[in-house]
């Protein structure tokens, strides 16, 4: 039962009332715009919690309209805020892989050989399609790569040549 302040009981009547009233509100299926007039389906207008009717009172097409209005006059503003979110969202979320990566090193070195050694058929068999439909371009790549690491495969062929000769001597 709602109490005043004074601690007097409302009459059942109004609290009746206003739970019928309340009642009434969250079933109902149209409401009026206070925008356009127009009264419309329910679910046309976006949800809102601290309404009774759980709705806001101004509709979709409306709320969609005055966005576009709001976002033509202010379109410089709101690109340049959109860009600046997603650039400090960026740096952030990089920041984040980056510490996690340094951090399990070893899990994800170990999650990664489990993965290559479960899926091995598959990946040589996709690796192997890919080349053959992309010859060219994976001649290319390599000859680059090769170009690129000159200095360290000469390296690891020196090592190699050292290892094995060690190897012979013992042999
Ligand atoms: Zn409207």
């Given at each position: 039962m709602i109490k005043d302040k004074e601690g007097t009981p409302t009459p059942k009547w109004v609290t009746d009332y206003y739970e019928d009233f309340r009642l009434k509100e969250r079933t109902k299926c149209f409401k009026t715009c206070s925008k356009c007039g127009e009264t419309k389906l329910i679910f046309k207008f976006s949800v809102d919690k601290r309404n009774l009717d759980g709705?806001?009172?101004?509709c979709k097409a409306c709320r969609s309209l005055e966005y576009l209005k709001y976002y033509y006059n202010n379109r410089d503003k709101i690109l340049i805020q959109v860009r600046e979110y997603h650039k400090n969202n960026k740096r952030d979320r990089s920041i984040y892989f980056k510490d996690y990566r340094e951090k399990h090193k070893e899990y994800l070195k170990e999650l990664a050989s489990k993965w290559y050694l479960e899926n091995k058929e598959t990946i040589k068999k996709r690796n192997l399609k890919y080349y053959q439909a992309n010859e060219e371009v994976c001649k290319q790549r390599r000859k680059l790569w090769i170009e690129k690491n000159r200095e360290r495969i000469k390296k690891y062929n020196r090592q190699y040549k050292r290892k094995h000769k060690v190897l012979k001597a013992v042999i």
């Open positions: 709705r806001i009172s101004v």
